[in-house]
């Protein structure tokens, strides 16, 4: 495994078939924070400007269009139309999509995690990529495909990663200039976090106005 940062630099996010089809069917994952995940991680690619790439099955297939979600964030970003294949790199408008971003780290999420997902990760990983697989924003029929699933792709050599950790990485640092880029992913899809942080402040408004 590379020690070297993931930064938007040396990137590409590559989002696999998150399809409003498949969503009915998952699994392995709540649906709603599954969604919340993705978008999230779509998020992160847009804001910190790293490379993206989209794809989906053709429209006609019973898996339908992608996530409305996903949509509004990516707006008119390109969406490549595989036909039948698994394996996204046997596709080539999406392996030439990938080699035109520059980037050899490639950070994929996608459905179903046992199938287009695997089989695209194994096929980045036989094109020499540096492969990390974002496991939150992935998801299964079962708890138990996608585990295997994701065994499988470890064992193959992809890393494992979440995409908040991975936005975290983006960021580097809270005093960076893209920190309300941070923030703002924090508020809208870690509301843990981001109620920890509202927190803190009323805590400092209260201090003061008490001085």
Not at 67 to 88: A, K, S, T, W
Not at 123 to 132: D, K, Q, S
Not at 137 to 146: D, L, N, P, Q
């Amino acid at each position: 495994m590379s020690l070297e940062p993931l930064t938007p630099a040396n990137t590409t996010i590559v989002l696999v078939d998150h399809a409003v089809g498949f969503a009915n069917v998952l699994r392995s994952h709540d649906t709603a924070a599954h969604i919340n995940n993705v978008v999230g991680l779509a998020k992160t690619a847009v804001l910190y400007q790293s490379g993206l790439v989209v794809t989906n099955g053709l429209p006609s297939k019973p898996s339908g269009p992608l996530y409305p979600q996903l949509l509004e964030v990516i707006g008119d970003h390109p969406v490549i139309e595989r036909g039948g294949n698994f394996n996204g790199f046997l596709d080539e408008g999406f392996a030439e999509a990938v080699r035109r971003t520059g980037r050899r780290k490639l950070a994929i999420a996608g459905v179903s995690t046992e199938g287009c997902v695997l089989q695209t990760v194994l096929g980045a990983l036989r094109e020499g990529y540096e492969v990390y697989l974002v496991v939150d924003a992935s998801a299964s029929v079962t708890a138990e495909t996608h585990a295997v699933a994701v065994q499988r792709m470890v064992q193959a050599g992809a890393v494992p990663v979440t995409w908040f950790s991975l936005a975290g990485e983006f960021q580097v640092d809270h005093r960076y200039p893209t920190a309300p880029h941070y923030q703002r992913l924090m508020r809208e899809h870690v509301a843990t976090m981001g109620m920890g942080v509202q927190s803190y402040l009323a805590a400092l408004d209260q201090a003061k106005a008490a001085v």
